[in-house]
């Protein structure tokens, strides 16, 4: 008797006729967190409140019109206006877009400035001024 003769695979009934069944139903974990939601320059700051994994509560930032720009000769702080994206090393697509992560060059009111934190994750977004 060879086994290869009873295998079917790929379908939903078993060797015996009956039909097969879900394991387990899909649990929320499973599914994922859903699409990338990503900041983008906007006309003021919109964030939104979520809650994650573990109970726990993430804030995410959906439009941004101001960063926290640290001057690293005056060693301080400015709350700056963002005037445009420069550049994304991460994607090009992301600075035609005006979308906002970190490591992308910003033009604020105070110079060009690198984002630091992640906008979409922390709420805020903090850039180091370049000399």
């Not at 060797?15 to 906007?42: E, F």
Request: charged share 30%; hydrophobic share 35%.
């Amino acid at each position: 008797m060879k086994l290869g003769a009873y295998y079917k695979g790929g379908d939903l009934k078993k060797p015996s006729g009956g039909k097969k069944r879900k394991v387990r139903r899909t649990k929320k974990k499973a599914l994922g967190g859903g699409p990338p939601q990503i900041p983008k320059l906007g006309e003021e700051d919109v964030r939104i409140v979520e809650r994650v994994r573990g109970g726990n509560i993430k804030v995410r930032l959906r439009e941004a019109k101001y960063a926290n720009v640290y001057i690293p000769k005056e060693k301080r702080y400015v709350k700056a206006k963002i005037l445009s994206i420069v550049e994304t090393p991460a994607n090009p697509d992301f600075a035609r877009r005006n979308y906002m992560v970190k490591g992308a060059v910003i033009r604020t009111e105070v110079g060009n400035a690198v984002i630091t934190s992640q906008p979409g994750q922390d709420g805020i977004i903090n850039a180091i001024l370049i000399e």
